[in-house]
Nanobody, 118 residues
Framework: QVHLVESGGGLVQAGGSLRLSCAASGMIFGINAMGWYRQAPGKQRDLVAV???????NYADSVKGRFTISRDNAKNTVYLQMNSLEPEDTAVYYCNIRGRWRTEFDYWGQGTQVTVSS
């Protein structure tokens, strides 16, 4: 059974930085992409950033130039460096790992709260 453990959320003032981490507790083979999503109260869960097995990245327009996603393949860990945070970035952030190994898989973390005060 694979569990994703997130850390690094918290309360920060506007303009500050946070670094989120997401580590998989078990071995995962066949990962295609690792990503971060966020969900603000009353809103749908949206993609923030994703990084593929080939290290290609994609970002939501609202975070381009401020957030950076990276991964450590040996540790099955994905990171999200968030700089120049804005109150609009306040949300619960979820990590996601998906791929295929005999069958398709799609794992989610439990979520970590990020709150940006103005």
């Amino acid at each position: 059974q694979v569990h994703l453990v997130e850390s690094g959320g918290g309360l920060v003032q506007a303009g500050g930085s946070l670094r989120l981490s997401c580590a998989a507790s078990g071995m995962i083979f066949g990962i295609n992409a690792m990503g971060w999503y966020r969900q603000a109260p009353g809103k749908q869960r949206d993609l923030v950033a994703v990084i593929t097995s080939g290290a290609r990245t994609n970002y939501a327009d609202s975070v381009k130039g401020r957030f950076t996603i990276s991964r450590d393949n040996a540790k099955n860990t994905v990171y999200l460096q968030m700089n120049s945070l804005e109150p609009e970035d306040t949300a619960v952030y979820y990590c996601n790992i998906r791929g295929r190994w005999r069958t398709e898989f799609d794992y989610w973390g439990q979520g970590t709260q990020v709150t940006v005060s103005s």
